[in-house]
């Protein structure tokens, strides 16, 4: 497995709204229209990102306020598919890793918590490098 983040383009959005509306993610977020993921593309305040193992989309990310002054980016939805394959595990630093590296970020809106459970090793060299 070979996971990469890209941009989601407008012909993967029959992939996100599948992923969205899996009955297993239904227990943790709720789909958004095909509308509603156009305007987060067009939105430069946003990257709609596709997680890709090779090419084959296995998830998306839909992170928020990149033209932020204090440069937080929030984590809105992260979406695996199919859930409970462990995607989301190695999904995640990658996100992060390109929010803190290529976006810029200072902070992010995603708990130390939730960080140490999903990836350990990411957390703990975050831990290191602020002390």
Do not use: C, Y
């Amino acid at each position: 497995m070979a996971l990469h983040l890209r941009g989601t383009g407008t012909a993967e959005h029959d992939f996100v709204l599948s992923a969205e509306s899996d009955p297993e993610a239904a227990d943790f977020i709720l789909p958004r229209s095909r509308h509603e993921h156009e305007r987060a593309l067009d939105d430069p305040d946003q990257a709609h990102l596709l997680v890709a193992d090779d090419d084959r989309p296995v998830g998306f990310v839909l992170l928020a306020g990149i033209l932020d002054k204090n440069r937080s980016i929030e984590m809105r939805r992260i979406v695996v598919s199919p859930p409970g394959k462990g995607l989301g595990r190695p999904a995640l630093p990658l996100v992060l890793d390109h929010a803190f590296g290529a976006l810029g970020a200072h902070k992010s809106f995603v708990s130390l918590a939730v960080m140490s459970i999903l990836a350990p090793e990411w957390a703990a060299r975050r831990l290191k490098k602020s002390d």
